[in-house]
């Protein structure tokens, strides 16, 4: 087990953890996070769930790549458990079974890595991560106010799944028991209500402008009153209107 004593400050390198109950397969992970991310510093190699989530509940981490099956708790498990707790830590799930993906997203993982790892996938996991934290330290210094907000949505379309960038969003509305999320060419359906999604978005890019649906505003081309004195948003890149209820018109007073 690795043990690295060296504390935070605000110009230090961020902090990770590795929880993997298989040693050979942490020390491929640990190796390469070293090559493609040398100023990452690495905490510890965790070799079951429990510890790696008491660590997260006493250190200041900003990322833990969490193996999905490990004894005591599982990846998703202590994903769970962070989302309740409000631990603002990064997650990346690390496994050998991509069926996880959709449940893992529920709990606001910031990406999710299949078995065997891929080098340029993993850079990609690590640009991402990059990104947000830079984001998240751009908005607070207070790590227990930080928000991570939904970047990734798992979707399913027939036998495919896949993860969408919220940023292709142009709109969500409310389907019966699903939520139906639309893009610029494309639709899916997930089983997500709209207060969920609301409580996980980014605020200050999607705004909920009806009961039955949420718009990304990156998308919206203009708005404007209709005959019968509605407020209808035309979309950049969909020919679908949206209409907005009298709760949120305060929002495009600005508009």
């Known amino acids: 087990m690795r043990n690295l004593t060296s504390r935070c400050?605000?110009?230090?390198?961020?902090?990770?953890?590795?929880a993997e109950d298989e040693a050979p397969l942490a020390q491929v992970l640990a190796k390469a996070l070293n090559t493609l991310w040398p100023t990452l510093e690495?905490?510890?190699?965790?070799?079951?769930?429990?510890?790696a989530l008491s660590l997260l509940e006493k250190e200041q981490l900003d990322i833990a790549f969490l193996d999905v099956s490990m004894p005591y708790k599982t990846g998703i498990e202590i994903a769970q458990q962070c989302d309740a707790k409000n631990i603002p830590t990064l997650i990346v799930l690390v496994t050998a079974y991509p069926d996880y993906a959709l449940q893992a997203f529920q709990f606001n993982v910031c990406d999710y890595l299949v078995k065997p790892l891929c080098r340029d996938r993993?850079?990609?996991?690590?640009?991402?991560?990059?990104?947000r934290l830079q984001s998240l330290q751009g908005e607070q210094e207070s790590p227990a106010n930080l928000?991570?907000?939904?970047?990734?949505?798992?979707?399913?379309?027939?036998?495919?799944n896949r993860l969408l960038e919220t940023d292709e969003v142009c709109y969500f509305v409310?389907?019966?028991k699903y939520v139906k999320v639309v893009t610029c060419d494309e639709t899916f359906l997930i089983?997500?209500?709209?207060?969920?999604?609301?409580?996980?978005?980014?605020?200050?890019?999607?705004?909920?402008v009806h009961r039955s649906s949420i718009v990304n505003i990156k998308q919206i081309e203009h708005s404007k009153k209709t005959v019968t004195g509605r407020l209808e948003l035309t979309l950049k890149n969909s020919s679908e209107k949206l209409t907005v209820s009298r709760k949120y018109l305060h929002l495009f007073k600005s508009l």
């Open 122 to 131: 993993l850079n990609d996991t690590i640009k991402r991560l990059q990104s």
């Open 191 to 208: 089983r997500k209500t709209l207060a969920e999604l609301e409580k996980e978005l980014d605020s200050k890019q999607f705004w909920r």
């Open 147 to 160: 928000k991570n907000h939904l970047q990734l949505l798992p979707v399913q379309k027939g036998l495919v």
């Open 9 to 18: 400050n605000p110009q230090k390198n961020y902090r990770a953890i590795i």
């Open 174 to 176: 409310s389907d019966q």
């Open 42 to 51: 690495l905490v510890e190699i965790c070799g079951d769930g429990k510890s």
